[in-house]
């Protein structure tokens, strides 16, 4: 008896399921309007399109079948703005600021001093090691969920210095048309980021539509504790990995395990996983975020301390990469503007 | 006119989609049967069913977000046969031999000597060193894709000491019916394995339906290169992470970076990742595959060298974990018997 009555419920289920579809297929204005509205009609948008329309175009050369559509994002100068400085870079600065009542000896100890002043020169002079310092005192010490709520309180409140907007309404509206794009198309996306896996997972589902497993970033090494026989993870001052440069192919394989189809960087961070990519067996595409547009962003490229592109660029022309004009290819870059 | 040719096709697309859901939900008899039909009817099966079905009853108390509706399994013991040894030690075995010829020096040096001569004893005898030197010989020194070949290869032709049968041929029916019933309820299913990586991947997807980024476990270090300006990634002979015991709820944070409210496991090794599944704040549940079955399969538990289960047994009566026992309530065990 409970057998049959629950296979006629799965079907009404089921049957509800399929007319909605039905509906939405004939009705839903989604599927009538075109792709990729806030990219001006130049000749980035066209390639973008010839190559997915390939990719789902069944017994055509460039047909991919649905679980090798894979495509890779960098994060910082790719989705979100990566100037004045890394989104992630302020979370530190604002996090020793918070953290100082906490360490007396952080007002006459460098990098720290150098924070607390507001004096970005100085922290310029400690180096890498200065850096890694200030991420270790305001990324390690804690569980990852204590972590991922700082991340998440954070996020809330603090403002770019150049717009006063969110950082998570810094992102390029194309771009997130881009991905939207891909997914309608059957694509996973991926983030591939040097910024933290941790620090990132918090939004980006929110923001790109990205779920936490589909983020492939840099990661601290956390260990396995019980604290009053709960078990947590402590996040321990210890790198466990760098996703950037060469270490993002490695990253992709390690997360992924499979190469992707489809590229998507800004930086010379990015080019090692835009050659990996391109040198797959079947069609790929890869594509370079060109910072143009100063007025309505940034403009910069070879000499930027953030998001320096030299050799990308070059190598770009010469592989036939895609190099997108911000200024000349996108009609929209922020929402709010 | 290209436009609104577009936006007809795509409504025709989806609505022949969605007439074939229609007539799959009438027709499919997948829809008409009982899950997990190779699980007798004792209470394991009704626990299990029922935490799934409140999961997916909206409104009710143990209601779970399809989001969060994380499922982790290890592999070994858990999802196929451990016994009598590690499917990956088999293809250790093999591989040394097949590449025997090349190292002249293997047939007076341990732990190879003892491989060679199928001296298991004498392999034991090499203690975890000898372990290490073994798995490094024939897992490092190639390209990822090198590797996944090889591990391709070899299980189209390795067949499993007792049974003769293809080790893909060695896994439970019972828990890929449970697989397949935590997915049809909007689970997402993980791997969670101490085996390697790349190991698995190759074979998750075709036995199991876990494509390789749902696969988490052991990774050794891979470094990006290039070959005659041809990019790989190349396996180094240096472990990268183990993902067993403290390090299974480190590589889930990982790789999928939120923490799973199922969890299925067979031995010590499963401990804290099923502490650290149970320990959520909303429902969730966590299983043990107790091996009591010596004729259909094997009967191990406290004593075992592969899959030792001591301290996770008392535990789990000590916490409500659920034990299954193979004998009892498991109506087929492998396809092929």
Known sequence: ?????????????????????????????????????SWNDTPAKARIMDFVKA???????????????????DNDGTLWSEQPYYTQLGFVLDRVKALAPRHPEWKTKEPFKSVLAGDMKGIARGG?????????????????????KTVSDWFATARHPRTGKPYTEMTYVPMRELLDYLRANGFSTYIVSGGGVEFMRPVTERIYGI????????????QYDLVSDVPVLKRLP??????????????????VGARPIFVAGNSDGDYEMMRWTTAGEGPSF?????????DREYAYDRESAFGKLDK???????????VVDMKRDWKTIFAFQ
């Open 211 to 222: 779920p936490p497993e589909q983020v492939v970033g840099s990661t601290i090494a956390t």
């Open 238 to 255: 210890k790198i466990d990995f760098i996703d950037d440069g060469p270490g993002k192919p490695v990253g992709i394989n390690k997360f």
């Open 286 to 294: 890869a594509m370079l975020v060109h910072h143009t547009d100063a």
């Open 55 to 73: 990719t789902v175009t069944e017994g055509g050369n460039g047909y991919v079948a649905p679980s090798d559509r894979i495509a890779v994002f």
């Open 128 to 148: 890498e090691k200065g850096i890694v310092d200030l991420v270790m005192a305001t990324h390690a010490g804690m569980t990852t969920e204590e972590f991922s």
């Open 312 to 322: 990308a660029l070059d190598e770009a022309e010469r592989r036939n990469w895609l």
């Open 1 to 37: 008896m409970r057998r049959s009555t629950q296979a006629i419920d799965v079907s009404l289920a089921s049957v509800a399921v399929a007319l909605i579809l039905l509906i939405a297929a004939a009705w839903n204005p989604v599927f009538a309007q075109e792709p990729l509205p």
